[in-house]
């Protein structure tokens, strides 16, 4: 089977930009996508900020298999339809989070898929995602990589389905990429890497949790037992399956996978997945190779200097709590917004974001220029 993806659209995949995007075309369903002017690009490249090029296309021409992948639209009969995923995630007291949405994702995606021209109702579904945690799960620490993905998954037709004993097997299979998949499969494992629990760095996959067991229930393939012939009906019925069911199963999930107990909720999105992405040790190794020879930067304290016979008491704090996200070009993972700061620092500096969000009478950050401003405000009051 072929694997299939967007590409060259990672930004688009980014959980804060899917939100976004979610939003305009709830506000949009129903308008017609091919008759006069496009209906669809100045309220989204308004409210996403995206490019949406090249300018003289038709956006639906262009980003369709975006807003496919993502389960969040389709078209039926030239009109605009949006999933109830679409409409949950556009709607902000759903408080729907980066690790709620993206295990939607590996759990229900199939290939076939519809929006592809090679759908074939009659061909048994592979659930890739769902593949890919299992053999990144089967692999441990050493990660997987680009060529390991198709050798060992794809080469063996694995559909995401089995056991983890079957991954523990499997043999290499010298299966190489064909065409465009390298980059289509690249890309799917960079979308994989703003999960809490994955991590994509230097062209490798990571699971970054130790609770296995909650891992492998909440991205669990959602399996159909009948696929529908129109591929706009197999669409809808991969977005819908579970619906609110389904996000409130797993929110029992996510609260099973040792997350900090401590708690601010800075909106009903996400403090959870920005204290595991704060905690992840791949993510702190990697930040301090590229940084070894960081301060606190609040306080500017050299702790490797003040407390000689520690190695690195520095703590990792994400400017922006509010998701995972991946970088355009997929090599980290969330690195360019995180500040090294001591323990003390690091706990008041959270107090502080507390008490601002309270005076302003708000939930959440929103926009990372925001979170960033509030920082430096935290920043400048630190005495002396």
């Known amino acids: 089977m072929r694997w299939r993806w967007d590409q060259g659209r990672l930004d688009y995949f980014r959980f804060d930009n899917v939100v976004r995007i979610?939003?305009?075309?709830?506000?949009m369903e129903g308008v017609v996508l091919n008759v006069g002017e496009d209906p669809l690009r100045a309220p989204l490249v308004e409210h996403t900020g995206l490019g949406f090029k090249p300018d003289h296309y038709r956006v639906w021409r262009n980003y369709a298999r975006v807003f496919r992948c993502s389960l969040l639209a389709t078209d039926v009969g030239h009109r605009l339809a949006?999933?109830?995923?679409?409409?949950?995630?556009?709607?902000?007291?759903?408080?729907?989070?980066?690790?709620?949405?993206?295990?939607?994702?590996f759990s229900h995606f199939t290939l076939p898929f519809p929006a592809f021209d090679d759908y074939n109702a009659a061909v048994p579904p592979a659930y890739p995602f769902a593949a890919l945690v299992k053999f990144a799960a089967s692999r441990g620490s050493s990660g997987v990589s680009l060529d390991e993905v198709f050798s060992f998954v794809i080469g063996n037709n694995c559909m995401g389905t089995e056991d983890m004993s079957w991954y523990q097997r499997l043999s290499p299979t010298g299966r190489s990429p064909h065409g465009d998949e390298e980059r289509q499969v690249r890309e799917m494992l960079a979308f994989m890497g703003q999960s809490s629990f994955m991590k994509w760095f230097d062209g490798r996959l990571y699971l970054d949790s130790s609770d296995m067991a909650a891992i492998l229930k909440a991205t669990a393939p959602v399996v159909r037992h009948e696929r529908k012939s129109l591929p706009e009906?197999?669409?809808?019925a991969i977005a819908e399956t579970g619906g609110d069911a389904y996000f409130r199963k797993l929110d029992i999930d996510l609260n099973d996978r040792g997350f900090p107990a401590e708690t601010f909720r800075e909106g009903g999105r996400t403090f959870r997945t920005h204290g595991k992405l704060e905690r992840s040790p791949l993510v702190r190794k990697r930040f301090f190779e590229l940084h070894p020879a960081a301060v606190c930067d609040a306080c500017r304290l050299d702790v490797k200097r003040r407390y000689p016979w520690t190695e690195n008491i520095l703590e990792l704090h994400h400017l922006l709590p509010l998701?995972?996200?991946i970088l355009v070009g997929g090599t980290t993972t969330s690195l360019d917004d995180m500040v090294p700061l001591c323990p003390n620092c690091?706990?008041?500096?959270?107090?502080?974001y507390r008490q601002k969000l309270?005076?302003?009478?708000?939930?959440d950050f929103g926009s990372r220029k925001m979170a960033a401003d509030v920082y430096r405000l935290a920043k400048g009051e630190i005495v002396a």
């Open 22 to 27: 979610a939003e305009t075309l709830s506000q």
């Open 82 to 105: 949006v999933t109830p995923l679409c409409r949950k995630l556009a709607d902000p007291s759903s408080g729907v989070t980066p690790d709620e949405y993206l295990d939607f994702v």
């Open 233 to 236: 009906e197999e669409f809808f």
């Open 346 to 352: 690091h706990k008041s500096i959270h107090i502080y």
């Open 323 to 325: 998701s995972s996200t």
């Open 358 to 363: 309270k005076d302003w009478g708000v939930d």
